[in-house]
Structures are given as structure tokens and as C-alpha cells.
């Protein structure tokens, strides 16, 4: 008989393109549901993460300004004790810190 029983993973990410990876792969490798992802700035403000990635770099060599750089961005899921393993090594992949599993 299958755990049914519900975690919530959490972990940190130091840009929005690493964020983005781990939700993508949460989906398409470990099978949680978009709705069970929630994604959120681990400070009060608004950012795209502590350094700039992906979308947030100009073309050429220089950064744009106008991307906001106020801290890691958090990521959270509510997953079955059975994705639990696959979803912790999902986000360590992507460059998570703090993994945490409650």
C-alpha cells in the first residue's frame, strides 16, 4: 500500500533561472502538480534573486539595472513521501540551499 501522507520540501535558490529549473523538474521528473509549487521572495521584497541570470542579464557584457536583486527566492512544494526523495535530489540539483522537508 502507497504512503499517502503529504510533506512540504522548501529550499532556497540564488537566481530565478536555478528557481525555475527545480519547479520545472519537480514537474516533469517527479510528477508534483503545479498547483502543489509555490514559489516566494525569502525577504520582504520583491527579487529576482542575489545575482543576475537567464532573463535578467542584458545582451552583450552588462547586467540590466532594472532586474531587483534583494535576496534569494524561496521554493516550497507539498509532495507524497514517495516524490519526497526524488524532489530533495531535484533541488539540490538546481543549486538549492536549505533544503527542508516538514
Request: glycine share 8%; aromatic share 4%; proline share 4%.
Given at each position: 500500500m502507497a504512503d499517502d501522507s503529504v510533506k512540504t520540501i522548501s529550499a532556497?535558490?540564488?537566481t530565478r533561472e536555478a528557481a525555475d529549473r527545480a519547479i520545472e523538474h519537480l514537474v516533469q521528473k517527479c510528477g508534483v502538480e503545479r498547483a502543489n509549487i509555490f514559489v516566494q521572495?525569502?525577504?520582504?521584497?520583491?527579487?529576482?534573486?542575489?545575482?543576475?541570470?537567464g532573463g535578467d542579464r542584458a545582451h552583450g557584457t552588462e547586467n540590466r539595472t532594472d532586474a531587483p536583486l534583494?535576496?534569494?527566492?524561496?521554493?516550497?512544494?507539498?509532495?507524497?513521501?514517495e516524490e519526497l526523495i526524488k524532489a530533495e535530489q531535484v533541488f539540490r540539483d538546481a543549486g538549492a540551499r536549505g533544503v527542508a522537508a516538514r
Open positions: 532556497k535558490f540564488e521572495a525569502s525577504a520582504k521584497d520583491n527579487t529576482t534573486g542575489i545575482s543576475p541570470s534583494h535576496g534569494e527566492i524561496e521554493v516550497s512544494a507539498d509532495v507524497t513521501n
